[in-house]
């Protein structure tokens, strides 16, 4: 396999995520169809940091295309960032963060998956308790069904992507 088409590294959402208190850690949860091309860049974004030294306190999760099946992490954790794909017509590889209330603070072009992921959000907002969202998106232009390969410029956006969730988890532990 080359470089640019390794396999997907196995980060699941087994019991081992509640083994203990998670209500001083963070979650990062990077969603996305790894088969749709740049669409998956939030599973990429995910890969990449599950081959990082990260602190004690943070955990990463692929979260594909979940939805609702997501939803029981939000109630584990304190702080949770978002990271996926969105067709929002600002020039390929643009990193924005954006901190989400309810599912109309979304950006109105997620990737494919949206509907879901903004209905589970909306749904996470009837829990006891809610965490705190982040979410990072990385524009892209087009969606390439069944591709590995993420175009250049958005491949490029995944270490700075990371670079700045690292900043900001750091922030937030501080405030846990």
Do not use: W
């Amino acid at each position: 396999m080359t470089d640019s088409l390794k396999a997907p590294v196995a980060v699941s959402s087994d019991a081992f995520y509640f083994e203990k208190d998670k209500s001083r850690s963070i979650l990062i949860l990077g969603v996305g169809n790894y088969l749709m091309g740049n669409e998956g860049v939030g599973v990429h974004v995910i890969q990449e940091m599950a081959t990082m030294k990260l602190p004690d306190n943070v955990d990463i999760l692929d979260g594909g295309t979940g939805g609702f099946l997501l939803l029981h992490c939000f109630e584990a954790y304190k702080a949770v960032i978002f990271v996926d794909a969105t067709l929002d017509g600002q020039k390929e590889g643009t990193i924005s963060l954006i901190r989400p209330k309810f599912a109309s603070d979304f950006p109105s072009a997620l990737s494919v998956h949206d509907v879901g992921l903004k209905d589970m959000i909306e749904a996470v907002y009837l829990l006891e308790n809610k965490p705190d969202i982040h979410l990072f998106t990385i524009s892209i232009n087009e969606v390439v069904p069944m591709s590995l390969e993420l175009s250049t410029t958005v491949k490029q956006a995944i270490p700075r992507t990371i670079d700045d969730i690292i900043k900001l988890t750091k922030r937030l532990t501080a405030e846990l």
